[in-house]
């Protein structure tokens, strides 16, 4: 019977590029994703407790503070649990990059046309107020 259950384990659900994915590495992957959900608990926590008790910032900044240490552990987790399987991030971070760069030029021309929107009613408003 636990040979079968191993079998059963070990057999193959899928190859994507070369990675064989079974049902062990899917039950792992869960596994890990339930110990990130578990640890979020104390890493809203623990910040909480030391911004306000320790360092005496104000409610905006711990809020903040707490955020980014959840996010920071649900990414860290999720990073660790496909990693644990064989996932490969280079694909990824190339794809991020390419579209960051791309983000980053389209915010550029929106941020020049509105610039231009506010400078160059103002001036028409300053030039006219001049010539009264």
Same mark, same amino acid.
């Given at each position: 019977?636990?040979?079968?259950?191993?079998?059963?384990?070990?057999?193959?659900?899928?190859?994507?590029?070369?990675?064989?994915?079974?049902?062990v590495g899917v039950i792992q992957v869960v596994i890990i994703l339930a110990l990130t959900l578990m640890a979020l608990a104390p890493a809203r926590r623990f910040p909480r407790q030391a911004s306000s008790e320790r360092f005496n910032l104000d409610e905006r900044s711990t809020v903040w503070i707490v955020r980014l240490s959840a996010w920071l552990v649900a990414l860290v987790g999720i990073y660790i649990a496909l990693t644990s399987v064989g996932?490969?991030?280079?694909?990824?971070?190339? !794809?991020?990059?390419? +579209?960051?760069? *791309?983000?980053? =030029?389209? $915010?550029?021309? !929106?941020?020049?046309? +509105?610039?231009? *929107?506010?400078? =160059?009613? $103002?001036?028409?408003?300053?030039?006219a107020a001049q010539d009264e």
């Amino acid at each position: 019977m636990w040979q079968q259950t191993l079998d059963v384990l070990n057999a193959p659900i899928t190859d994507i590029d070369g990675m064989i994915l079974l049902p062990v590495g899917v039950i792992q992957v869960v596994i890990i994703l339930a110990l990130t959900l578990m640890a979020l608990a104390p890493a809203r926590r623990f910040p909480r407790q030391a911004s306000s008790e320790r360092f005496n910032l104000d409610e905006r900044s711990t809020v903040w503070i707490v955020r980014l240490s959840a996010w920071l552990v649900a990414l860290v987790g999720i990073y660790i649990a496909l990693t644990s399987v064989g996932f490969n991030f280079n694909v990824l971070l190339a !794809i991020i990059g390419g +579209l960051s760069v *791309g983000i980053a =030029v389209g $915010a550029r021309d !929106i941020a020049r046309t +509105l610039i231009c *929107g506010v400078i =160059v009613p $103002a001036s028409v408003d300053f030039m006219a107020a001049q010539d009264e």
